[in-house]
């Protein structure tokens, strides 16, 4: 599933223009996006959560060659399940 449907099927089941689905669907990831941005934690119930957390500097390897490379500190988002998604 990508944007596009999203915004199709927001559309459809809300009987509102498929141009005004979009705007709400870019509205929602605009503020989730900002909110990850500031650190801010993401809960949806029965959905998930996203977070933002610390990724440690290391040493990974290219699978093919074998060289080293290095990882740079950083940030990433993390998801995690809610109990509803994880019993599909």
Known sequence: MIKA??????AEVSDVPR???????????R???EAL???KRIELRGFGVFQVR?????????????VEVAITPGKTV??????DLKSL
């Open 31 to 33: 503020t989730m996006k």
């Open 78 to 83: 993390r998801f995690k399940p809610g109990k």
């Open 54 to 66: 610390d990724r440690k500097k290391g040493v990974g390897r290219n699978p093919k060659t074998g």
């Open 19 to 29: 141009v005004k689905a979009a705007v709400a669907v870019d509205t929602i990831f």
């Open 5 to 10: 449907d999203i915004v199709n099927r927001v």
């Open 37 to 39: 941005r500031d650190g």
